[in-house]
């Protein structure tokens, strides 16, 4: 397969780039292992696995070639590579290491390379990465192999908005099981950059870069804007440390605009690129403030599915695009709903100055005894720490609508620690605990909400605006503080040009496009209005197969003139006019 016929070949991390790298994506030799004996049967071992698929689409989709929509409780992936030269010459003189990073694979998964275990990660959403060089043979190609392991009816596993049944249904949607991500190989110095995280200080034009590295030396770090140089530091690094660059020109990223600095990191051999955002985000009262300034937040629900590859964009456009789309509706972001989203769409997000809130796929999963901690928080971590740099992520959601299983209530203390954790970790942003319901402890009290009567609708959040009374019917579960609100989830208003019977949405859907029209504009002209709410989100942005509540079709087709929304959600919001 020549580079023009990769599929997804871009860089796949825009926030840590280096020149020395493989894509790995394309055709692999795949083998669904249902009854999960392929390591008892030695498939890590084999010459040839019994099919083929295309990497990075997930078995189920049609983009993979195969097109299974059936479960699969374990699959296997193999492929052989061969390094470059100079690499391999690298690599004998002891000079440098290589990795392989698997940009997400659904759920746990095992590495191996020349028939020897290699690593293993645990988490459907996050990155999987192992130095594979100590496992390198000096001739001939190299084989990798893969197998995953995938259980979404074992409520053992976030799994989002993955269907436990075998057909979707509801807001329930087609299964993502093994590699659904970019599979590529990195070269490294000995000596090398492993992480870093950075911090922007709008007040003081600067920022301050924390660098985790692997042995010790020089490090320099450049920040450029259009090219200019705005500031170098340099410092030696033993494994960590940090250093600060007074810029030059101060260029705020803001919603709708957003003005990146390039950034250069040079560790002794090992130079790596990266990017920021000049920007804050915080909290004062009933106020989400960026830069100081209030914004009120027009989002939109976006849940991160493709017709044709499910969980993967089939090309980089189709992520600007569901970007594109937004804005032209008039939303100034998304909560990105139910699935940690691929890096390069929230590099797009960076760019447009587009406001995100980062999520995990909780759903699926019992959170109502205390052992699921040691299952999801290390996974969530891992989200966090993955998209920390992303000036576009303005604040943190782990769960969402955590909902009673098998009439057992939530465990609070699962609740509370990934909030408390997710703050020690990023004490940057606001963190809401758990979207919707059942909060326990959380910056932002945010509540769903379907009605679809917008008179109904504008008089529930009226007491909020005049007495700091908010009307929620989860009373008797969570306690509203007097914290910031918004309305995170409404709307939902089933449109299906179509008409099929099948499709779903929320509430009784209107008869014509003019009732449609009539009823988003009551419904968001109500928070609007209300000066004690500081941002809404529309459910949702597209179709996602049966559920027929989108803007757009499934296919991205708008359903409405985008104008007429665009209008309707640029409205002037009250909070914002309120100094």
């Given amino acids: 397969m020549s580079q023009h016929d990769i599929p997804r070949p871009e860089y796949p991390r825009p926030q840590m780039t280096r020149e020395a790298w493989m894509n790995l994506n394309g055709e692999w030799e795949f083998e ?8 008892s049967r030695g498939l890590y071992r084999t010459e040839h696995l019994s099919g083929h698929i295309l990497v990075p689409f997930c078995p189920e989709s049609s983009l993979s070639g195969v097109g299974n929509k059936d479960f699969m409780s374990c699959v296997w992936y193999r492929r052989e590579v061969e390094l470059p030269p100079d690499w391999m010459e690298d690599i004998r003189r002891n000079m440098a290491s290589v990795y392989l990073h698997i940009g997400a694979v659904d759920y746990s998964a095992a590495l191996y390379v020349n028939g020897e275990e290699a690593g293993n990660h645990r988490g459907g959403y996050t990155p999987f990465t192992a130095d594979i060089t100590a496992f390198l043979k000096e001739k001939g190609p190299q084989v990798v192999t893969v197998c995953a392991e995938d259980d979404v009816r074992g409520h053992r596993q976030p799994a989002g908005k993955q269907c436990a049944e075998y ?10 099981t093994g590699i659904w991500q970019t599979v590529w190989l990195e070269k490294a110095p000995k000596n090398h950059i492993r992480s870093f995280r950075i911090y922007p200080d709008v007040e003081n034009a600067s920022v301050r870069i924390h660098v985790e590295a692997e042995g010790e030396g020089s490090l320099e770090v450049s920040a450029f804007y259009g090219g200019r140089l705005q500031g170098t530091a340099k410092t ?8 600060i660059l007074t810029l030059t020109e101060k260029h705020l990223w803001e919603p709708g605009a957003g003005r990146l600095y390039d950034l250069c990191l040079i560790f002794g051999e090992d130079r790596v690129g990266s990017y920021f955002g000049l920007r804050s985000v915080r909290l004062e009262g009933m106020k989400f403030l960026i830069n100081g300034r209030s914004v009120f937040q027009r989002l939109v629900l976006d849940q991160g599915f493709y017709p044709d590859g ?26 990105l709903h139910e699935k940690v989203f691929d890096p390069l769409f929230l590099y797009y997000c960076d760019r447009m100055g587009y406001l995100v809130w980062g999520e995990y796929a909780n759903w699926g999963m019992d959170v109502t005894e205390a052992g699921a901690l040691a299952v ?3 996974e969530w971590l891992e989200a966090v720490d993955r998209d920390f740099n992303h000036p576009s992520v303005i604040g943190w959601c782990p769960f969402n609508e955590t909902w009673d299983f098998e009439g057992r209530k939530q465990c609070d203390d699962v609740l509370r620690l990934v909030w408390q954790m997710t703050k020690r970790t990023d004490p940057t942003r606001p963190c809401i605990d758990t979207s919707g319901n059942f909060h326990v402890e959380t910056d932002i009290f945010d509540l769903h909400d379907y009605d679809q009567d917008p ?8 007491p909020l605006a005049t007495d700091g009374v908010l009307a929620d019917r989860h009373s008797r579960r969570q306690r509203y503080d007097g914290q910031p609100v918004f309305i995170s989830e409404y709307g939902g208003i089933k449109w299906d040009p179509e008409g099929e019977e099948n499709g779903w949405g929320y509430g009784n859907g209107p008869k014509t496009e003019e009732e449609f029209i009539g009823r988003y504009r009551g419904l968001t002209q109500a928070l609007l209005d209300n000066e004690k709410l500081f941002g809404f989100c529309y459910t ?6 049966q559920e027929r509540n989108g803007l757009y079709t499934y296919h991205r087709v708008p359903k409405f003139d985008m104008d007429i929304i665009k209008k309707i959600n640029s409205g002037p919001a009250a909070i914002e006019r309120l100094e």
């Fill in 310 to 335: 499910i969980y993967t964009a089939p090309t980089a456009q189709a992520l600007l695009q569901d970007i594109e789309l937004s804005l032209a509706a008039g939303f100034n972001g998304a909560r």
């Fill in 236 to 243: 030696y690094l033993r494994a960590e440390g940090d250093v």
């Fill in 455 to 462: 008179d109904a609708f504008r008089e529930r959040y009226r």
């Fill in 540 to 545: 949702q942005l597209y179709d996602v197969e």
């Fill in 376 to 378: 999801f928080l290390p």
């Fill in 167 to 176: 057909a979707s249904h509801g807001c329930f949607y087609t299964r993502t």
């Fill in 32 to 39: 669904i292992d249902q009854a999960g004996s392929g390591k």
